[in-house]
């Protein structure tokens, strides 16, 4: 799975803003807000992963057990798929 999507990902007083780039700004009009682990997770889906690979890093960069990590990333996936976001 990856973005549809073109975003760009910023750190803005402390808190994590994604905005859409380029023919993505006509496709998504607006803004996401992020936590620190879904801003982790929304940059490894700018390029091609899969969900075993996105909890995968979760356990590496966190402090997290495995079913914590799927969960964080079951729900995060769940969301942007809602939002058509993921291709």
Partial sequence: MKLKME??????????????VGDACVDFNG??????TGAFLF????????????VKALLQEYQVDEATAKQAVDGF???LEQADLLA
């Fill in 43 to 54: 940059e490894r889906l700018q390029q091609e992963t899969s969900r075993e690979e996105l």
């Fill in 7 to 20: 975003f760009m990902l910023r750190q803005v007083a402390g808190y994590y803003v994604v905005v859409p």
């Fill in 77 to 79: 996936v769940d969301k």
């Fill in 31 to 36: 803004m996401v807000n992020l936590n620190e």
